[in-house]
């Protein structure tokens, strides 16, 4: 799966997706971090495939009433659950089902956590970082969503001098849009490679990124 934590400047956290569930590899990450108040100012989302979320509905549902952990905004930019029900490039994908779940989980363990939705282009700070929204699945509409990976949300974060860009899952329709949006703009110092390593269809983009550290 695929999870992410950065540590801001000012000792809050930053979470991009997570992983599988059943795994509190985040919680232990966090406990291993810091043993004593944890703040995560932002748990961003990215899709709905089981390898990116599910670690999100473990977290608030065993760890909601630990008052040493905050969560301060969930983040995503999910549309309605049956357009993600679709027989695309990647043949059947039902994960209508898991948007579903998510948004029930999220009603039950964490109703009073902010639940924002992102758009591109967006800067939002946390303190003396921030994070660029670069790609939603709005970029990709009206048009249906070809492959659920194209759905990813992508994003850049600024910190400590150095930038940071992570694709998620960012496909065969998704990365070339992102290039046209962006161009010479995505440079970044730092990439995590899309889609655990598997779209060489975004070789384009990784041009435009150029980045000198790649997370694999």
Not at 51 to 67: C, K, Q
């Amino acid at each position: 799966g695929e999870g992410y934590i950065l540590r801001l400047p000012d000792g809050r956290f930053i979470i991009f997706d997570g992983g599988y569930k059943g795994e509190d590899r985040v919680y232990n990450t966090l406990r291993e971090l810091d043993s004593g108040d944890i703040v995560i100012a932002a748990w961003f989302i990215s899709h709905p495939h089981g390898d990116h979320y599910p670690a999100l509905i473990d977290f608030i549902r065993d760890h909601g009433d630990d008052r040493s952990i905050t969560i301060q905004r969930i983040m995503h930019n999910y549309t309605h659950h049956e357009r993600y029900n679709i027989n695309g490039s990647a043949g059947l994908d039902t994960s209508g089902t898991n948007v579903q779940e998510l948004y029930t989980a999220l009603e039950t363990y964490a109703d009073e956590v902010p639940i924002i939705k992102v758009h591109t282009g967006q800067v939002i700070n946390f303190g003396s970082a921030s994070i660029e929204i670069m790609y939603t699945i709005e970029d990709l509409m009206p048009n249906a969503i070809p492959n659920i990976n194209d759905s990813s949300l992508v994003i850049r974060v600024h910190m400590a001098d150095q930038s940071i860009m992570l694709l998620a899952d960012t496909c065969y329709d998704s990365g070339p849009i992102m290039n046209n949006i962006w161009g010479s703009y995505l440079k970044s110092d730092i990439m995590q490679i899309a889609h655990h390593g598997q779209w060489p269809s975004v070789a384009e983009i990784y041009h435009s990124i150029k980045a000198d550290i790649i997370l694999f």
